[in-house]
C-alpha cells in the first residue's frame, strides 16, 4: 500500500490480509560463519525493539482524537502483531547465527521510555522514526549479506517498515490539518529523527564498520527516507512531487 490518505478501514483490510503469512523456514544447515559476530549482536538489538507495543493499543481504543475511529486502533493492534512477527523472525536470524537473544538494551531502553512519557501522537512520531531508522537499516544489512533466506527475509521485513512508514503518516496526517500544527510537527519530527539517528548508529557501530557499511550512507537514506515521511505528513495536497520522492527512493532502494 504505496499512497498516503487510505482510511483507517482500508488500513485494517491491508493488515488482516498479511496476518495470516506464516513465519519463514530457515536454511538451518547454512555456514554463516564468515559474518561477524556484531551482525547478530545489532539484529538481537532490533528483535527487542519490535517486542513491544501494548501500551499504544490501549491508548489508540480510548483516544478522542479528531481523525480517528474504531477501525484506526483495529488497524494499529495489527501492525503492533506485525511488528511482533518481525521479531520472531529476527530472533530466528540471531540464533541462526550464533548469536544470544537480549532482554535489554540501552537503545530500547530509550526507544521504550519516550513512548511511555507522551501521548498518542508523540508516540506515532517516536514509532515513525523507528520505521525510518529500522527500514534503512535492515535494507543496508541486507544487501552486503550473501544471497539468502536471511537476506531476503530482512528485504521482506523492509516492505512491510515501509508500509509502517505510510500508515504513520497517514495518522500523523490527520493530526496536522493546521499551519501551527504542521510546523509543531515539523520541530518534533526533525529532532526525535536526529535523536533517533544518533542513537542507533552508536549503538550499531562495530556492525555497520564490520560489514563495511560508511556511516555516511546510512545517514544519507535516514535523511532521504526522513524528508519523504515530513513530506507525507505536511505537505499541502497528496502531491506529484511526493509521490516523485517515494518512486525515485524506492527505485534506489532496487537499484542499490
Ligand atoms: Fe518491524
Ligand atoms: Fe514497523
Known amino acids: 500500500m504505496g499512497n498516503a490518505h487510505r482510511s483507517w478501514q482500508d488500513w485494517a483490510r491491508f493488515f488482516v490480509c498479511r496476518s495470516h503469512r506464516p513465519l519463514p523456514a530457515l536454511e538451518q544447515d547454512r555456514d554463516y560463519s ?8 545489532s539484529l538481537a538489538i532490533f528483535q527487542l525493539g519490535e517486542s513491544g507495543g ?21 488497524a494499529l493492534a495489527l501492525f503492533v502483531e506485525e511488528e511482533h512477527r518481525h521479531a520472531n523472525i529476527l530472533a530466528m536470524c540471531v540464533r541462526l547465527l550464533g548469536g544470544t537473544l537480549i532482554r535489554s538494551n540501552w537503545t530500547a531502553r ?6 511511555r512519557l507522551i501521548g498518542l501522537r508523540l508516540k506515532v512520531v517516536v514509532l515513525l522514526a523507528a520505521e525510518v531508522v529500522g527500514l534503512c ?17 530482512l528485504l521482506e521485513i523492509v516492505e512491510d517498515e515501509r508500509s509502517h512508514l505510510y500508515f504513520h503518516c497517514d495518522f500523523l496526517r490527520s493530526q496536522t490539518s493546521t499551519r ?34 560508511g556511516l555516511s550512507r546510512v545517514l544519507t537514506r535516514w535523511r532521504s ?13 497528496d502531491s506529484s512531487r511526493v509521490r516523485a520522492t517515494v518512486s525515485s527512493l524506492d527505485g534506489m532502494e532496487s537499484c542499490i
Request: hydrophobic content about 50%; charged content about 20%.
Open 137 to 153: 537499516y535492515y535494507h543496508l544489512l541486507a544487501i552486503h549479506l550473501p544471497p539468502s533466506r536471511l537476506r531476503s527475509q
Open 180 to 213: 501551527w500544527r504542521k510546523k509543531v510537527f515539523v520541530v518534533v519530527w526533525r529532532t526525535v529523527m536526529f535523536c533517533a539517528a544518533v542513537v542507533v548508529a552508536v549503538d550499531h557501530r562495530k556492525a555497520l564498520r564490520d560489514l563495511n557499511i
Open 110 to 115: 530509550l526507544f521504550v521510555f519516550a513512548r
Open 225 to 237: 527516507y526522513s524528508g519523504l515521511a515530513e513530506a507525507l505528513v505536511v505537505s499541502e495536497s
Open 34 to 41: 564468515t559474518l561477524p559476530d556484531s551482525l547478530a549482536r
Open 54 to 74: 501494548g501500551t499504544i493499543i490501549r491508548q489508540a481504543l480510548h483516544n478522542k482524537l479528531q481523525g480517528t475511529n474504531e477501525y484506526y486502533a483495529a
